[in-house]
Every structure is written in C-alpha cells, then in structure tokens.
C-alpha cells in the first residue's frame, strides 16, 4: 500500500490508485479516435526514474522538469488527469479536467518515492473557447516541486517535445516526439504517445519551457498527430497570466 501524506488533505479525498481504470478524459468518455493516441504499434512510454535517454531528450532533461508535473484526483479519490504547477500555489491543466471535480493533487507519485496529495482549493480559470484552467491548491507546493516557465513562442517545426504524465493515472512517464505544426490555438505533435489520464500535461519545448497543454488524442498505428492548446494562446486569453 502506498502511503499518501495527510498534512495537506483531509483523509476522504485521499487518492486511490486502481489497479485498473477506464480509459477516460477527465469525466467524459473519449471518442474512439482520442483513445487510439499511441503513435504507431508500440507505446513508448518509460517510467521517469528508469528513463534511458533514447527518446531524443536527455536523462537530465526529464530529471530537471519531472518535479513540477502532479497527478489529479475527484473527490472520490480516483486519479483522472495530469497538469503542471506555474508558480508556488497555481496548477495548469486541460479545461475540461474540471468537468469531474478536481479534489485533490498527488506529486512525486512515481517509481520508488512517496507522494504528497495537497487540496484543491479554487478553479482560479478556465478558458471559454480554449481547453485549459487554472487550479489553486492549498499551501505551496510549487516551493518544494519547482514550477515549470511559460514559452513565449512557438517551437521551430520538428524540434523535439516532451510530455512528462500520468497515463490512465499510472506513475509519472516520460515520452518525446516532434513539433508538427500548429492551426490558432491548437499545436500538433507526432510520435509522442498519450492515453486518457495524460490530458492537462504539460507540453514541454527543448529548454524545457512550456509551449502547450496536452488535450485530445489523434494517432493511430498508422499515423496521426496528438495535440494541445498552445501556451501563446492561453497566455493572451487568460486574466491570471496577463
């Protein structure tokens, strides 16, 4: 049994971690087309503490940005969604993470360390046309995890991306792929799997700046792109990061 620590939460929101869990989007059931985001026939996702560097991003890379990244839970306690803390009490996910209740935030839930859930005090935004909000948690998590920095700017198209997640709220992965391109708001991102839990991540460029935020799926064995709300876009529609 994994410990969970009670300092930051009351004991009923505590996650639970299912052996076993629907492949859902944060509430909603996914489209047959969103669950199928591996890219190609294999997933090539690797547990953050066994990371080998062979998918285009260093060891130290995944080392420096893991910390940031937390794992949401409802308040049944059942883990549905991944996002990335923005500054000592702010957590950026996908909008429509908000659609079940976003109770509680776990971090450190990953290979051989012990994680600390702290409450979800305030849905600070969400984004009328846009797929993202803003979550306020309790106490300063962001002063012992770190915050990732927002990008001002679109990566270069086929520079690497990185997305460290919960997968089906599994412990925090690391995958990479390449930039495809973007349309408005949305970027598009090729061989870099996700499945239902990843949505919320945070889309990372190769100084590890935040350039997205992971939404929807889109690949399949045979191709495909995944895909995202570009930072520059939340960042010139949202009151909080103004």
Not at 24 to 48: F, H, L, P
Request: include cysteine; glycine fraction near 14%.
């Amino acid at each position: 049994m994994i410990k969970i620590s009670q300092k930051n939460i009351p004991s009923a929101s505590l996650i639970v971690l299912a052996s076993s869990l629907l492949l859902i989007a944060c509430g909603t059931k996914e489209t047959q087309s969103e669950i199928k985001s591996i890219c190609g026939y294999s997933n090539d996702m690797q547990d953050v503490e066994y990371y080998n560097g062979d998918l285009g991003v260093s060891q130290a890379f995944v080392a420096a940005n893991e910390a940031p990244v937390g794992i949401i839970a409802d308040d049944t306690g059942t883990p549905f969604c991944s996002g990335t803390l923005i500054s000592s009490n702010l957590f950026l996910t996908a909008g429509h993470c908000t659609y079940s209740t976003p109770t509680s935030v776990a971090f450190n839930y990953q290979v051989g360390k012990e994680y600390e859930a702290y409450a979800v005090t305030e849905i600070v935004e969400t984004g009328r046309r846009l797929d993202y909000a803003i979550l306020k948690l309790d106490g300063s998590p962001g002063d012992t995890y770190g915050v990732a920095s927002l990008s001002a700017a679109l990566p270069e198209t086929g520079s690497i991306l990185t997305i460290i997640q919960h997968p089906q709220g599994e412990k925090k992965q690391i995958e990479a792929g390449t930039f495809a391109g973007s349309s408005g708001s949305k970027i598009y991102y090729g061989g870099l799997d996700t499945q239902g839990g990843s949505s919320g991540s945070g889309v990372l460029d190769e100084s590890g700046y935040l350039v997205g935020v992971h939404t929807n799926g889109g690949c399949t064995a045979r191709g495909g792109y995944n895909s995202g709300v570009s930072i520059q876009a939340i960042a010139e529609a949202s009151g909080v990061l103004n």
